[in-house]
């Protein structure tokens, strides 16, 4: 794959990694119980190491450091803003808006793995992808234990 191509991959999952920093921020703000906030904070730590990670590997292919979001994190964020606005500020509904952006970034990292990048780079990829899939799963897992307390 040409350097373009893999700075293109590289700064889309900068982007995704945003959006999760973005999204977990908002969540944050919309509990009150301090375990969540604990567990949005992890989540916040991760996508921040692993943006930097990808920006490291974006400055290695002379491309400049990605700070934007993607278009469908916006329009996730506006969603979990309006949702709360109509009541939807109960753990169930920040852990289901919180597991709708977590499979928006597997779908993305799936997708980055897909494409024919230099083998360093696909490590990084691989792995930042398995440990969001822990995370994913345990988002979710937080969900369904709401949703049979409900």
């Not at 604990?38 to 292919?61: A, C, H, I, K, V």
């Not at 398995?130 to 937080?142: E, I, N, Q």
Request: hydrophobic fraction near 35%.
């Amino acid at each position: 794959m040409q350097k373009g191509k893999t700075a293109a991959v590289l700064e889309d999952l900068v982007k995704i990694n945003n959006d999760r920093v973005e999204g977990y921020e908002k969540a944050m703000k919309q509990t009150e119980d301090e375990d969540l906030k604990m567990f949005f904070s992890r989540m916040l730590d991760e996508s921040r190491q692993y943006r930097e990670e990808l920006n490291r590997l974006l400055d290695g292919l002379g491309g400049e450091r990605e700070t934007d979001s993607t278009v469908a994190g916006k329009i996730y964020r506006t969603w979990m803003d309006v949702k709360v606005s109509f009541g939807g500020k109960d753990r169930h509904s920040i852990l289901a808006s919180c597991e709708f952006g977590e499979d928006a970034a597997q779908k993305s990292y799936r997708q980055a793995l897909e494409q024919d990048l230099p083998a360093n780079i696909k490590d990084v990829i691989s792995r930042q992808q398995s440990a969001l899939k822990a995370s994913h799963d345990r988002v979710r897992h937080l969900r369904d234990i709401e949703a049979v307390n409900r």
